[in-house]
């Protein structure tokens, strides 16, 4: 009975790293840059698709076309910024709101019209590989998708805290003037910003898709649940995106295992309601 | 060092100054005295490239800069310290101190930062505390280091002793006149008029966004005009 639990825990851990990622992404564009990103899951839809077409047709595995993906999305996020949602927005929130849910809309029939409405998923050993550790059978690819998403967050924090365009990036969030004065142009680290944010999607595109479905509407699973972790995390809080993502994941498996498969994700719910409750600026939200 | 001619800037429709002649000179301390709304601010956003001026001539340290890029002023030495200090307050202390460096290099970054916290050595003890936390006096010593990291040749300071205590203005003119001793040309726009004129060499006051009168500083203070310029009694 034990067992059971300890496997259910361990594995929304697992999955929770891969929550935290695609989190981290979307708590530097809308808790950072105040950035509503509705096209967050389109964008992790683009980067599964762009990984399983790697792999199904070039044959490269998902982690090693991982680098690549990343920078892709990297690019792929800053000129949508740079061309489209800086453009429409023009700094008005609404504007921004409405552009990228535009650009949500379109990413997603677009593939709908490329590639069908069918879940693919990638053939190989790679999908049902297992490791045994105790008692437990932990899927593989879920054990290197946490590894690797937390060596990426730390990466992401360690960016923003220590180097000087990250110092810019929370700068420019909060008084775009005073860092013109300093001779920072906002609209380029905006579009920076932005890009870095979808480039985590690349990575976690490429760590999800062994161990899940691809599909056009596979973003819609993944962005309620970021933008409840961002939230519950704390807004633009990087610790929070990781803590609030292994705490959703967990949650989610536990709640699963609990009330069943279609009740468990009240859970989610459950657990953001009693923590805003206590905190409402979210775990690691400062003080406004 | 800064040469102004014929500047004309607004805002959309508005236009605010109306032909603005200023000079500045190395090693000057030049006041820029006015009324609310009489095109101060506006003067400053032209000088440091935030707004487009409409026509004139801006030339700082022998180039012209009137339609540069607001990069490229500070990257030439011209450092605006804004009204409202502008300091970036989710941040530290430290943060807000390097990205004032954010142009230089790193051997000037740590030189610049020893000497900043020469000058302001409450700054040191306050490092790692964020900017936003910390009180009006200390938020305006941080905006001036801020602005002295990027190795200004030439400093605007916008109202700095606005919310100020009288005591501490007292503290913040005399270090305005130190670091002009030590070599830093300064334009300082202020409402404090005796403060202002006892520091600078020369002093412009600026009406309805033109050039009312201008000086030496010991002339535009017994000058009646300066009053008539406050009080709107032209």
Known sequence: ?288 | MLEVSGLHAGYGAFAVLHGIDLVLRPGEIVAVLGANGAGKTTLNRALSGLIRPRSGRIVFGGVETTQAGHDAIVRAGLIHVPEGRRIFPNLTVRDNLLLGAFLRGRAERGRNMAKVLAIFPRLGERMGQLAGSMSGGEQQMLAIGRGLMAEPRVLILDEPSLGLSPLLTEALFGLIARLNADGLSILLVEQNVIQSLAIAHRAYVIEHGAVALEGPASMVADDPRLKAAYLGLA
């Not at chain 1, 999305?73 to 453009?87: D, E, S, T």
């Not at chain 1, 927005?89 to 609404?94: I, K, M, N, V």
């Not at chain 1, 967050?153 to 003037?177: N, S, Y």
């Not at chain 1, 610790?239 to 859970?267: D, F, H, K, M, Y």
């Open chain 1, 1 to 288: 009975m034990l067992e059971i639990y300890t496997a259910a825990l361990i594995n929304g851990l697992l999955i929770g790293g891969v929550y935290a990622l695609v989190a981290l992404g979307l708590t530097l564009i809308y808790g950072v840059l105040h950035i509503v990103n509705f096209a967050h899951g389109s964008l992790l839809m683009v980067a599964m698709f762009a990984a399983w077409v790697l792999a199904e047709k070039a044959g490269v595995s998902p982690y090693a076309a991982l680098p690549v993906v990343a920078c892709g999305m990297f690019a792929v996020g800053w000129a949508l910024y740079r061309y489209v949602i800086g453009r429409v927005s023009r700094g008005e929130d609404r504007a921004i709101l409405l552009a990228t849910l535009g650009v949500s809309v379109v990413l997603d029939n677009l593939f709908l019209a490329i590639f069908g409405g069918d879940t693919r998923q990638i053939e190989g050993d790679l999908t049902f590989a297992m490791w045994e550790v105790g008692p437990l059978l932990l899927a593989v690819p879920k054990v290197i998708a946490f590894g690797v998403s937390l060596v990426l967050a730390g990466g992401l924090w360690a960016f923003m805290a220590r180097t000087d365009m990250g110092r810019a990036i929370r700068a420019v969030a909060k008084e775009p003037e005073g860092a013109r004065l300093m001779g920072i142009r906002p609209e380029r680290v905006f579009a920076l910003a932005y890009g870095i944010g979808i480039g985590c999607l690349g990575a976690a595109g490429c760590l999800l898709l062994p161990s899940f479905f691809v599909s056009p509407h596979v973003g819609s699973v993944f962005v309620l649940v970021a933008f409840t972790i961002v939230v519950l995390g704390g807004m633009g809080s990087f610790p929070g995106a990781v803590v609030g993502g292994l705490l959703i994941g967990v949650t989610e498996s536990l709640g699963g295992l609990v009330l069943g498969e279609s009740l468990g994700p009240i859970g989610i719910s459950l657990v953001f309601i009693a923590v805003l409750l206590l905190r409402p600026t979210g775990l690691f939200g400062a003080a406004r």
